[in-house]
């Protein structure tokens, strides 16, 4: 596919997807939600990127659907009432759903504004890196929707019922800082650091048991609604598949010899 409203590179194991539509804040359409789609299973499928990095271009991360391009329409033209769901199962929540499905490491570096759909595939990181200009917003209740692309699942759990309620039902800006204090990114650093701090954690991770990273973070979703019991038996299946790792080999042979471990992600 050739590419019109993102930008999509790949070297030494970080793929970098970038929503490159400025001029909109980044807002998505169902051709930008295409062309994610297509980058992400690239990702998934080629085998040569250890991480992928989303983030925006300008001064915004995503601003959510675009209204006025018709991101949030998928079912304005069909006959009856409109279903404002229907871009949601057809192009919005495969993408998620993809993101969450990766076997290596998400990074999302959160330069500006992630709001609605945004502030959901921000949020939906393993590793959430955010300026100190960004804010994350659900402002459906503004134009009489309910919150999406997983934000009734990921929010609660990061923030609490509490606080994901009050933001949802109050449409208020969360400013970075405030976020990292709620739970719902790993750091924020200084604007002109963000990239910067972004591509020093993005090779650490392509440098890592890649292998180990898909388990850990896959077993993490496992386990967040299971009892003790269960979570324990997720854990023992991940470790029997994570010890027949060649990283698992190497780890412990450089740790033994007192040396860095070279991990390959096999």
Known sequence: MNYTHILFEEAEGIATLTINRPQVMNALHVGVIEEMIDAVDRVRDEGTARV???????????SGADLAGGGAGGGAKRSGPPDAGAVLESHFNP???RLFALPVPFITSVNGVAAGAGCSYALAG???IAA???YFLQAFVNIGLVPD???TWLLPRLAGRARAQAMMMLGERIPAETALDWGMVYKVVDDADLAATTRAVAEKLA???TKSYALIRQGIR???DVSLSEGLMVERRNQLLAGRSADFIEGVSAFLQKRPAAFTGK
Do not use: M, N, Q
């Open 126 to 128: 393993d590793i959430v």
């Open 222 to 224: 496992d386990c967040l």
């Open 207 to 209: 440098k890592g048991p």
């Open 132 to 134: 100190k200009s960004a």
């Open 95 to 97: 993408l998620l759903e």
């Open 52 to 62: 992928l990095v989303l983030t925006g271009t300008g001064r915004g991360f995503c």
């Open 149 to 151: 692309v997983g934000s």
